[in-house]
């Protein structure tokens, strides 16, 4: 585990955690059928996929889309090696979890105290006391914790979020035992600066908990923040299918950046991710059918850099 800002060296393992099939699919307002769901997400782990957060334990009156949560971990393909993740969002949640036989749970607090009201109805301390419950659960099911921190890189409500309140949620997350800690870029907000900014505030007040970055692409600057991720050590990333979803709780929220886009990124910077390109880009093609409508991923459109095409079907210019 890196601690220092040391950059990935060419060749380094990067790990994608796929978050489509919950980030993604929250927000969708037709049910999608649980059978497919559990394809979905079946064929991101035949494309190589290994860390997949499959769907949230949330109440089925807050967000209908995930009701089926238990019955798509019961239903996928855990192949070895993988890692099953779920948004719990509290101590009711973390129990249904556990019952379900997921390997890692992922909480969530804000660093902005209005967004928190807003996206679980508590203030940010009363969220940290009632994860030293979940946390304390979860050791003793033996279940990984993975604290999340949303707004981390700025709020709609608020503006600018200071680096050091993330790092100070940091460090309450490294004391209760945290496996890693995700930075949640819940609108789009974040940019180069202020990425490196939290991470090195997080590695000067928490320096054993590992560091993930969730970003989304709001404003067009997500791998560019993946980026500098990279230079500064990070080698964990949160991606959704396509380019799927957006907090339904922050005002002008859009998509997570694209699973297949930062595979693309990774594999062609020389990194190793250990996900088949043509494999995830299925993936995306086939959550794009279900859903019914075009998807944002840019490999899904325009296809790898060295993709050939048939010189015959385009047309020679006249004149």
Known sequence: MKHASTPLSEGSAVTVCEVGPR????SEKTFIPTARKIE??????????????????????????????????????????????????????????????????HTVVSASATHNLKNVNRSVDQSLI???????????EGIAVE??????FGCPFEGVVPPERVAQIARRYQELGAKRVSLGDTTGMA????????????????????ICLHFHNTRGVGLACVMTGLAEGVSYYDASIGGLGGCP????????????????????????????????????????????????????????????FDPQMTATARG
Request: charged fraction near 20%; include cysteine.
């Open 191 to 210: 940019t180069p600066a202020s990425v490196r900014a939290a991470i090195r505030a997080i590695r000067a007040e928490a320096p054993e908990v590992e």
């Open 23 to 26: 980030d993604g699919f929250q």
């Open 40 to 105: 979905i997400v079946d064929a991101m782990f035949a494309a190589g996929v290994r860390n997949v957060q499959v769907t949230s334990f949330v109440s089925p009156r807050a967000v209908p889309q995930l009701s089926d949560a238990t019955e798509v971990i019961a239903g996928i393909r855990r192949p070895a090696g993988s890692v099953v993740s779920a948004l719990i969002p509290n101590l009711k949640g973390a129990e249904r979890a556990a019952a379900a036989g997921v390997d890692a749970v």
């Open 147 to 152: 604290g999340g921190i949303a707004t981390a």
């Open 249 to 308: 709780f922050a005002a002008g929220a859009t998509g997570n950046i694209c699973t297949e886009d930062l595979v693309y990124l990774l594999q062609e910077s020389g990194f190793e991710t250990g996900i088949d390109l043509e494999g995830i880009t299925d993936v995306a093609r086939m959550t794009q059918d279900t859903l019914g409508r075009d998807l944002p991923g840019q490999i899904l459109k325009a296809g790898p850099r060295l993709r050939k």
């Open 130 to 140: 009632e994860f030293e419950v979940v946390t304390a659960l979860m050791h003793r």
